[in-house]
């Protein structure tokens, strides 16, 4: 139940009052949402003399609604601003391959108007005997790189153990689709003060990936970028996987977060990565993630959907050009 005060001061007292009862009880603005409570007579202290609004029916992920939370969220980091009307544009290798290598990639991205590096280096592979990832020695990499050129850093983090040892390098947690639903990893990253950026799972639901959120701002992390990047159908032959461009402009009635796409994953070819990115920008995205490598064919992983950063320009040229028709 969520339940809308006349009074910003009611509704931190009624947050209090609740929290004194053990009840799990959040509070934003002049809403309180009450997770577990379905009857205003469950509620400590009620008095309807203070209350606006009462909203019964609400959606499970109660933090992440817009319900509770009604305008956006924008998240800052050293050097960005991710959200609202502002459009970010992240991009970077696929895998960290050397420290030459990421900061060459590095200030190119930024030469063009990123503010995020993107890169891997602890990467989940489908098959478990092709190239895993650096490690921290890639961790390293990254964050000289963009240390070096003024840039943000996210990186994909797969288990909980690493938490610490990630953190101590960067920005941007990453969840990937494949642990979107990885629910002890999303619990270890809900109590850490750092963006969290998880990408939809390959086979889920809106609902599926908005409930993922909602185990890291319950935890107490709500410094949360959502992905679109794609999802599985009965036809990858010719993409990788399918974009679900309906998706953005549903998530941004449904959830105050930002909204990213990721048209590299979703695509699989690079000459598909452009025309996929400007779609997800006309239907409302807040920023891109790319993946970038100045020889693909030589790059370690994924190679075939990495755009050359000359074409990142030109698709970074139009892109800037749609948000700004939109706004």
């Known amino acids: 139940m969520i339940i809308q005060f006349n009074q910003v001061e009611d509704a931190q007292k009624a947050q209090k009052v ?67 009307n502002n459009f970010t544009l992240m991009a970077g290798p696929d895998s960290i391959e050397s420290a030459a290598h990421v900061l060459k990639m590095a200030q190119a991205v930024h030469e063009i108007g990123g503010t995020v590096l993107r890169g891997g280096s602890f990467k989940p592979r489908t098959s478990p005997y092709t190239f895993q990832g650096l490690g921290e020695e890639g961790l390293k990499f990254h964050r000289e790189a963009a240390d070096k050129v003024g840039m943000d850093m996210v990186t994909e983090i797969m288990d909980s153990r690493d938490v610490d040892l990630v953190s101590k390098y960067t920005d941007i947690f990453q969840v990937g689709a494949r642990n979107m639903q990885n629910f002890s990893l999303l619990k270890a990253l809900s109590t850490q003060n750092k963006p969290i950026l998880l990408k939809r799972g390959m086979a889920a639901t809106i609902d599926d990936l908005l409930n993922a959120a909602e185990y890291l701002a319950a935890g107490g992390n709500d410094q949360i970028i959502l992905v679109e990047r794609g999802i599985r159908t009965f036809d990858n032959k010719y993409t990788r996987n399918t974009f679900d461009v309906g998706a953005i402009p549903v998530l941004k009635q449904l959830t105050h977060y930002p909204i990213i796409g990721d048209p590299s994953h979703a695509a699989g070819f690079s000459e598909l990565v452009t025309p996929i990115a400007l779609a997800a920008c006309a239907a409302g995205v807040q920023g891109l993630i790319i993946e970038i490598h100045d020889h693909p064919k030589q790059a370690f ?21 749609i948000h700004q028709l939109l706004s």
């Open 301 to 321: 992983v994924d190679g075939r959907q990495a755009l050359t950063p000359d074409q990142l320009k030109i698709l970074n040229d139009k892109a800037q050009a």
């Open 18 to 84: 609740a929290i004194a009862a053990k009840k799990i009880a959040f509070v934003h603005q002049d809403r309180v949402a009450y997770p577990q409570i379905s009857q205003i007579s469950e509620i400590p202290n009620y008095d309807a003399k203070k209350v606006k609004k009462v909203y019964e029916k609400h959606p499970t992920y109660v933090k992440s609604s817009r319900l509770f939370h009604p305008e956006d969220t924008i998240i800052r980091t050293p050097h960005s601003k991710i959200g609202g």
